[in-house]
């Protein structure tokens, strides 16, 4: 059996049943998308090492509401890369993936400068980019002007 398919079998049984969803278009870069609560975060990254994927990138969308951060798994087989979503809310602080994925402590500073988004546990929260001293994220909707910060319910639906 593919290494996709394991994973996909495996992150249905711990998760909720429309948590996974397949994109057999692959329009949006992703084979599958998940949906993962924070508390199950850690799990899914440890399932994702387990079957033999690796972090490709962390990022995040900055809503009124909420934000949500978004992790693409990938391995090398064809059509097998994973966007684990995961919603976070502004006062909340997500678990550090670097002591499963070495290379998440960079991307996780990245998305500490850009979005202010702070991770438990990381051994380095220092500033990736930004200067020491900067009080401000840039991709957040309240840096700057903007027209268009919305509720993630008003852009998804």
């Given amino acids: 059996m593919a290494k996709k398919d394991e994973i996909i079998q495996k992150l249905r049984t711990m998760l909720p049943e429309d948590a996974v969803c397949a994109d057999k278009t692959n329009k949006a870069g992703v084979s599958f998308a998940v949906q993962v609560g924070l508390a199950r975060l850690r799990d899914a990254a440890s399932a994702m090492n387990e079957a033999g994927f690796f972090l490709e990138s962390i990022t995040a969308l900055d809503f009124k509401d909420t934000q949500e951060l978004v992790y693409h798994f990938n391995c090398y087989e064809p059509v097998s890369r994973i966007a684990v979503r995961v919603l976070c809310g502004h006062d909340q602080v997500p678990s550090t993936l670097s002591d499963i994925f070495a290379s998440?402590?960079?991307?996780?500073?990245?998305?500490?400068?850009f979005f202010g988004i702070r991770f438990a546990d990381s051994p380095d929260m220092r500033p990736l980019?930004?200067?020491?001293?900067?009080?401000?994220?840039?991709?957040?909707?309240?840096?700057?002007?903007?027209?268009?910060?919305?509720?993630?319910?008003?852009?998804?639906g």
């Avoid at 994220?137 to 027209?147: A, D, M, R, S």
Wanted: net charge negative; no cysteine.
């Fill in 104 to 113: 998440a402590m960079w991307q996780e500073r990245e998305v500490r400068d």
């Fill in 129 to 156: 980019l930004l200067p020491e001293d900067a009080d401000y994220h840039p991709l957040k909707k309240t840096f700057g002007v903007t027209h268009a910060y919305l509720k993630r319910e008003e852009i998804y």
